[in-house]
């Protein structure tokens, strides 16, 4: 599953409409474009140019990289007795994810055996953080806590690391590779978009 730029820029302007609690007309005012238009751009059916994304973000008073930045999501799973394999002549490639704008990428593997905690509620990361994670060995589960997935060898899954998850090995030994990505652009919630004051967002450079 490949996930638009259209589709992330929809989300990201619906959710950040919201928390700043503006209605959609207020928004389609502020940035100079049409109602019509933006309720296209929300629902991720529209095919706006740049220089309207942009106008959006400067209204919604953060960047145009913000809006293109894939934040906390559902959690995707993609079993591997059902993964696709793309055959180009030198390799086979299985397309397991893609993400656009994040800022920090840790890549890394776990081991898990009878000397580690069978079950681990890992607390959370930075808002916007998301894990994506291949099972190489072993049974595990993962995910957030109350919606972790069994997985098994081949299997993939990527789900958001910014609330309370869960690692949970099922075998006596499980290995994990897991990517760790989180957004350059910091975000705050409706609590504290009531004061927030205009400029750019700034970048952490994280």
Known sequence: MTVSANDIAARNVRRFRTERRMSMGQLARLCGVSKQTLSKIEAGT??????????????????????????????????????????????????????????HVRTSVLRMGRSTPTRSEVQPHSTGTLH?????????????????VE??????IRYPGDTIHLVERLTQQSVVHLVTTAPQVPQFGPAEADQATPGPVPETGR
Not at 73 to 102: C, H, K, L, N
Not at 151 to 156: A, K, N, Q
């Open 46 to 103: 529209g095919n706006p140019t740049v220089d309207t994304v942009d106008a959006v973000a400067t209204a919604l008073n953060v960047s145009l990289h913000a809006l293109l930045t894939e934040w906390g999501s559902p959690v995707f799973v993609q079993r591997g007795s059902t993964a696709s394999w793309r055959e180009d002549g030198r390799w086979q490639t299985r397309m397991m994810d893609q993400i656009y704008g994040s800022g």
């Open 132 to 148: 994506h994670a291949y099972v190489i060995a072993g049974r595990v589960r993962l995910g957030p806590l109350d919606a972790a």
């Open 151 to 156: 997985l098994v060898p081949g299997d993939f």
